[in-house]
């Protein structure tokens, strides 16, 4: 049978996998915390693996895969253990911080829509999507942060949306290979921006849209930043590096003019060290 450290040494590699980002500003975290958030983000990305990554698998068996993971994990919780192998931890986690389960419904609802849902008419119904896919994660991270749930509620959503705005910013391509689209369609109308994602190319118009989409991320980004200020130094050190490093994504369409079709543009290994070096700084000199 797999051991709970097993578990969430699982949880923790597909964390590193798939996100290099937030898995570096994981270490800014105690280490009596860190492994609890690598459960979260490795019940989510296994549940994301599932809609998007199980090779030319039919929608309804992924369907099937989705509901049956989520049956599992709400059964494993229910009796208070599992022996899954990612679940484990996750069950392990959840319990030992009272996070509400409703969360994880929200998530897995979400997932689902993936699985059907191609185009968002309006960044309302996008938001409508993210509560579940993004805004739901900030929601979870509270109880292992230590934040007041009342202050740190809306700022830590909104720091889950700017996240995934930032991705939805940088992965368009990627994203289209999968069918989907989740930049709104009011904004690429407004923008008569369709040609340039049809074809892939950079054009004037793609320029504005994206630049629109990145003012509107940055402004996700500073209720965040109110957020940020409530937590324990030690989890404020964590959210901020990860703030600062995908706040650099940004910055790095930006730098490429918008040109988000040429290649996966990236945060530089050196602006990670130097990120982590600054938030650790403070720590070790008190």
């Known amino acids: 049978m797999i051991t709970l ?13 798939s996100g290099t980002t937030y898995y570096w500003a994981t270490y800014l975290l105690p280490s009596t915390k860190r492994h609890h958030v690598h459960a979260l983000y490795g019940f989510c990305r296994y549940a994301d693996d599932i809609v998007d990554d199980l090779g030319p698998v039919p929608t309804p068996a992924r369907e099937a895969a989705l509901f049956e993971f989520g049956d599992r994990f709400f059964t494993d919780l229910a009796a208070g253990w599992s022996d899954d192998p990612v679940l484990k931890a ?3 986690t959840v319990r030992a911080f009272g996070i509400d389960p409703e969360c994880f419904r929200r998530f897995l609802r979400s997932m689902a829509m993936d699985l059907t849902v191609e ?23 509270l109880p292992i942060l230590e934040a007041s749930p009342r202050a740190a509620l809306e700022p830590a959503r909104d720091l889950g949306i700017a996240f995934q705005l930032t991705n939805f910013c940088r992965d368009v391509a990627e994203d289209l290979d999968r ?3 989740y930049l709104p ?9 369709w040609t340039a994602l049809e074809r892939r190319e950079m054009t004037p118009e793609w320029a504005e849209l994206m630049r629109f989409e990145i003012e509107r991320t940055r402004g996700f980004y500073a209720s965040a930043d109110r957020g940020i200020r409530l937590l324990p ?44 070096g600054r938030m650790i700084r403070p720590a070790t000199a008190s």
Request: glycine fraction near 10%; include cysteine.
């Open 119 to 141: 185009r968002y008419p309006t960044f309302a119904d996008l938001l409508g999507y993210m509560d579940g896919s993004a805004a739901v994660i900030g929601e979870m991270m």
């Open 185 to 193: 369609v009011e904004d690429l109308d407004r923008f008569d921006a």
């Open 179 to 181: 069918g989907r689209v």
């Open 233 to 276: 130094p030690a989890s404020a050190r964590c959210i901020a590096g990860a703030r600062d490093l995908y706040g650099g994504i940004l910055e790095q369409i930006e730098a490429a003019g918008y040109d988000v079709w040429s290649g996966r543009v990236r945060v530089p290994t050196w602006r990670k060290l130097a990120t982590a």
């Open 90 to 92: 996750v069950v392990h």
């Open 5 to 17: 450290e097993d578990s969430y040494r699982r949880c923790r590699e597909l964390n590193r996998r």
